[in-house]
């Protein structure tokens, strides 16, 4: 079963707005990471976070991390047309960290 | 660096023929993986590798087998290809340092009739 969902699963906004999307997920982790995925192609790594933090900053994306809720959020401020795309939430299993366990994604549209 | 290759872009194959999907990373990583991902869905593990001479199963390897013969390289075979493995494929690679982000390939798209 999947270790990370995503929620929404599906985002539509005005060029501009910020957008959030969430992650959950089951077990203990060493981090989390965030991908992208523009429509065909592969993922491309966004940001990490590791167990021991709880919020990181890159550019547009802000991450949270709740590690006692086992939730994640990703905040992308001022979105831009070219945002449109797929984002996935990845998890390291504390267990196995050498594993990358990936949820369902949101897909988001930012209308221009 | 040409990153995480990938080979063929798109494949069609008839149930019951097997192929071997190609990976290659000159970025020296240890760990590697293979992922299938189907419409709708986020990616699913079928391999992976920490090193050469070294593969581990992931969530889904029914049907599947690798070797890493060299750091570079991490083929993956299906055996007698089924329908159900219908599936764009994607080879990872990453350093072996626990946290480290992952590098994708562009993917293979196959069809399997």
């Known amino acids: 079963s999947q270790q990370g969902e995503e929620d929404p699963q599906a985002l539509s906004i005005q060029e501009g707005e910020n957008a959030t999307m969430n992650c959950s997920y089951k077990?203990?982790?060493?981090?989390l990471q965030w991908y992208r995925q523009n429509s065909g192609r592969g993922l491309v790594h966004l940001i990490l976070i590791r167990s021991n933090e709880r919020e990181k900053h890159s550019g547009r994306l802000r991450v949270t991390l709740d590690t006692s809720k086992k939730s994640s959020s990703l905040l992308i401020t001022a979105s831009r047309a070219a945002d449109t795309a797929s984002y996935f939430c990845?998890?390291?299993?504390?267990?196995?960290?050498?594993?990358?366990?990936f949820g369902s994604g949101t897909r988001l549209l930012v209308r221009p | 660096n040409a990153g995480v290759t990938q080979t063929p872009k798109f494949q069609v194959l008839k149930t019951g023929q097997s192929m071997t999907l190609q990976c290659a990373q000159d970025m020296n990583h240890e760990y590697m993986s293979w992922y299938r991902q189907d419409p709708g869905m986020g990616l699913r593990l079928i391999h992976y590798s920490v090193g050469a001479g070294i593969t581990d199963q992931g969530e889904v390897p029914n049907g599947y087998n690798v070797s890493r013969s060299t750091t570079e390289d991490f083929p993956l075979r299906l055996l007698s290809a089924a329908p159900s493995q219908t599936s764009v494929y994607f080879c990872a690679s990453r350093t072996e340092i626990q946290g480290s982000e992952q590098y994708f390939g562009p993917g293979t798209r196959l069809t399997v009739t």
């Open positions: 990845a998890t390291a299993p504390m267990d196995s960290s050498y594993k990358l366990i």
């Open positions: 077990t203990s982790i060493n981090n």
